[in-house]
């Protein structure tokens, strides 16, 4: 064994070992996928250090000896080159053990093989060893199975090195960097193997610089490993942090070209097959001017913007923050896009539920102050008449007298009690609709009969024309409470000698029925409340009481019931107030 004397020797044994403690340190410290390329190096380092002593030996059988050796590294680092890209690309599913054993079955069976050579000689034919100058060069005749290891160990390589290419070739500059020098690490010493394969390289006729190229390499990558954290940040686990992101991510560099982005920021472009690394920011985000006057503006800003996407209104709260090395140099920019569409509708819902929720409490307090008031007020005064009658505080002729106005003040109960009746079974049980056709005209007339009393001690004129079977499809109950509340205020708001015109109108697929009076009318503010569903009180020409409470019925019912109501009036002129319904049918119960 001559080991000091043979420069070949010595170089591959003294580096072997030295990248052999280097990969050993590295499985220590680092983990997952560290590891298995440190294990890769490892078995590199075993293949390196026992051909450096069989270019030691100058007899066969001791040559023969250390290949044995040697095929622990020869045979498995192809296998543990492919099992790392796996790992450090993220293909886990690729890691099942079922997989695992298909990838080591021919490296186990290549290593048996020269294990067990003399027996069938299938990885080598023959052998015999040359002289070459000092070196004893051992000159092989290749069997079937050796073949098929070559082979075996050139797809393994290959598809390493597809996997980290298409894994990583649009990835973020510093893992592209990456996965190039992990490709030379894997794919020098293969061209390496192939030359000295064919012929073409081969020192002395016949000296194998695959295991040089190699440890080579490896050393190198060894290095940057320890010293740069080469693989401290794990592209893998980069992409699915951004995959995983609900925000939108783009990142372009100092000229503005895109570098990375992630899923989320497709649903903002939506146009995704024309977004791709390299593209130029400014021709994605043509449409988008607010966003690229972000990027202009080199420094820390916001911006909100609404886009039409896909039929649909977005909007998105666009966060730009530059990155700067050492304060200074502008290197590039991080744009985060929050679709914040929901939050705001929720939002604007929150505040819909919040005023609805103000309006039933102000009704809820208003519902209290009508039965200590507006209740109490004339069913006491009656309860103290009846009293003062029976123990003869007044007479019965005073009684009489009193009579009218007391029955007057009892109608106006009773419509007060029907509304509060109906606004309360709307509010806390729900009111059921009941659709059914029936004559809208035929209800009119029932409830100028009902209102004519009040009318002509007002002093005012119902006025209904003659109208033939108008059908609508509407819950009856409803109805009869809307145009009694509006037929009632026409009537308070009147002054004596007025006329209230109650009017239908077929509109071809609805029915319009319009109350109109020559009253006080309604000034703006009044008229806003109205529509917002605001309860509001005032007092009739007469001095009637109101509660507020029946048109915010008669807005509500007509709501329910899918019709709609506007109002017309101008202040000392009048007011009318129109309903619209769906069209009903006599047929059709």
């Known amino acids: 064994m001559e080991i000091l004397s043979n420069p070949f020797s010595s170089i591959l044994i003294v580096s072997s070992l030295l990248v052999g403690i280097l990969s050993i340190y590295i499985a220590i410290k680092l983990g997952d996928s560290t590891r298995w390329i440190a294990l890769t190096m490892l078995l590199v380092c075993i293949w390196g250090f026992f051909y450096g002593l069989e270019l030691s030996e100058t007899r066969l059988e001791n040559i023969l000896f250390w290949i044995d050796y040697e095929y622990i590294g020869i045979s498995y680092v192809p296998a543990a080159w492919l099992v ?17 054993i298909g990838i080591f079955l021919i490296p186990t069976l290549t290593f048996l093989a020269v294990l067990t050579n003399d027996l069938h000689h299938l990885h080598y034919a023959h052998t015999e060893v040359k002289q070459s100058g000092s070196l004893a060069i051992l000159q092989i005749q290749v069997g079937p199975w050796y073949y098929i290891h070559t082979a075996y160990s050139y797809l393994a390589y290959l ?46 006729d016949g000296i194998d610089l695959t295991p040089f190229a190699f440890l080579l390499t490896y050393a190198l990558l060894g290095f940057a490993i320890v010293r740069y954290s080469l693989f401290s940040l794990k592209p893998i686990a980069q992409t699915k942090i951004m995959e995983s992101l609900s925000k939108g991510v783009l990142v372009v560099d100092a000229r503005h070209q895109i570098v990375d982005f992630n899923p989320a920021f497709r649903k903002f472009y939506g146009k995704e097959k024309s977004i791709s690394v390299g593209l130029s920011s400014k021709d994605l985000l043509v449409n988008t001017p607010e966003v690229l006057d972000l990027l202009e503006q080199e420094k820390e800003s ?5 886009l039409v996407n896909r039929q649909n209104q977005k909007t998105y709260q666009v966060e730009s923050i530059p990155l700067f090395e050492n304060k200074t140099t502008y290197y590039g920019e991080i744009l985060l896009f929050d679709d914040q569409t929901e939050q705001i509708k929720t939002n604007e ?26 209740l109490k007020g004339p069913v006491f005064g009656v309860k103290e008449l009846i009293h003062m009658t029976q123990t003869g505080l007044i007479t019965q002729e005073e009684f009489m007298e009193m009579l009218p106005e007391v029955s007057k003040n009892m109608e106006q109960v009773a419509i007060l ?19 059914d056709n029936f004559d809208i005209a035929i209800l009119m007339h029932q409830q100028r009969k009902l209102l004519q009393r009040i009318a002509v001690e007002k002093e005012v004129e119902i006025q209904i024309a003659d109208y033939p079977p108008t059908w609508v499809l509407a819950d009856r109950n409803m109805m009869d409470m809307v145009l ?23 509109l071809g697929q609805s029915i319009q029925v319009c109350v109109k009076d020559n009253g006080i009318g309604i000034n703006q503010e009044n008229l806003q409340k109205i529509q917002e569903g605001v309860s509001f009180t005032t007092r009739g020409q007469n001095n009637e009481s109101g509660t507020g409470l029946g ?3 008669v807005k509500e019912y007509i709501h329910k019931n899918k019709g709609k109501l506007w109002i017309e009036s101008e202040v000392g002129h009048g007011s009318k107030f129109c309903i619209q319904l769906p069209k009903g049918s006599p047929t059709k119960n």
């Open 484 to 506: 009694r509340n509006l037929i009632n205020n026409a009537i308070k708001f009147s002054k004596a000698g007025g006329t209230v015109q109650i009017s239908v109108k077929d």
């Open 551 to 553: 048109l915010i019925l």
């Open 349 to 374: 819902r929150l505040r819909e539920q919040t005023k609805e929720l103000q309006q039933l409490n102000d009704l809820k307090d208003k519902f209290f102050s009508i039965i200590s008031h507006d």
């Open 417 to 435: 009690l029907e509304n509060l009746l109906a606004w309360s079974s709307s509010q806390i049980r729900g009111e059921q609709i009941h659709l």
């Open 84 to 100: 790392f890209t796996l790992n450090y690309s993220g293909f886990n599913r690729w890691q099942a053990p079922h997989i695992l």
């Open 159 to 204: 598809a390493g090195t597809l996997i980290l290419w298409k894994r990583f070739k649009s990835a973020d500059p510093i893992y592209r960097i990456q996965t190039k020098l992990m490709i030379i690490s894997g794919f020098l010493p293969l061209i390496f193997n192939v030359l000295y394969q064919v012929g073409l390289i081969k020192p002395f």
């Open 302 to 306: 916001n911006q909100t913007i609404s």
